[in-house]
């Protein structure tokens, strides 16, 4: 089974740009990495979707390498509001069955 | 709000006992997943069904079920629980068939604590 890694916790201050990096072997051709940021007794809510090179929206950028076995979530200029847990989601080809993988979530803590 | 809803909001039940959750996704929705978070195991697919068919199946015990209904909305039922089945239990809906494309909607998830 494929293991999609990501560090625990990061620190940053307001005003920051924070890039959080997933690792995801063995990610199916076909599948997508897809962000999601969740806040405490609240659902996960989705961020931003890539499949390869670059892509970003009004939050945020998410690069992926040419061989896709890692992604970097971009968050530009964060706020404190932006303090949640961060999840990567990806598809694990070692499942013909097309199992999704959530990554362990990095928590997030932006200070004044 | 995302606009899909789920029910109970809590439920406390005890070991052996078996127990229905139930989704309504978003309207327009034909894909419903369901997933488990718990603090060891972080979050864990386990079943996704797409316009009343079994999609993908994920890390789902046997003692678990899921069906999607004709007006969509979705069940998971629990059965045989145990302790280690306290978790909280959320179901997410799309457009699309698969996961390549669209963004899930998270519903605010069900708290099931088993005693």
């Known amino acids: 089974l494929a293991k999609t890694t990501q560090p625990i916790s990061m620190d940053s201050y307001e005003g920051q740009e924070v890039n959080i990096t997933c690792s995801h072997n063995?990610?199916?051709?076909?599948?997508?990495i897809t962000w999601y940021q969740q806040f405490p007794s609240q659902g996960p809510r989705f961020i931003i979707q890539?499949?390869?090179t670059k892509v970003t929206n009004e939050v945020a950028s998410l690069f992926i390498p040419a061989d896709r076995k890692s992604s970097t979530l971009s968050l530009p200029r964060v706020s404190l509001s932006d303090t949640a847990v961060y999840y990567c989601l990806v598809g694990d080809n070692n499942n013909a069955g097309n199992m999704l993988t959530f990554g362990g979530g990095t928590r997030l803590m932006v200070k004044p | 709000d995302s606009g899909v809803t789920q029910t109970p909001k809590h439920l406390i039940t005890a070991t052996g006992q078996r127990v229905t959750l139930r989704c309504s996704p978003r309207?327009?929705?034909?894909?419903v997943y369901w997933y488990q978070q718990s603090l060891d195991q972080g979050l864990q697919f386990l079943i996704q069904y797409y316009n009343g068919e079994e999609r993908a199946k994920g890390n789902i015990l046997e003692r678990f079920s899921a069906q999607q209904f004709p007006d969509l909305h979705s069940e998971l039922n629990l059965s045989s629980l145990e302790l280690g089945d306290s978790a909280l239990y959320f179901c997410?809906?799309?457009?699309?068939?698969?996961?390549?494309?669209?963004?899930?909607?998270f519903g605010p998830g069900t708290r099931l604590t088993v005693t």
């Open positions: 309207s327009g929705d034909l894909s």
């Open positions: 997410a809906s799309s457009v699309a068939a698969t996961r390549e494309t669209g963004e899930q909607y």
């Open positions: 063995n990610i199916a051709t076909n599948d997508y």
């Open positions: 890539g499949y390869k």
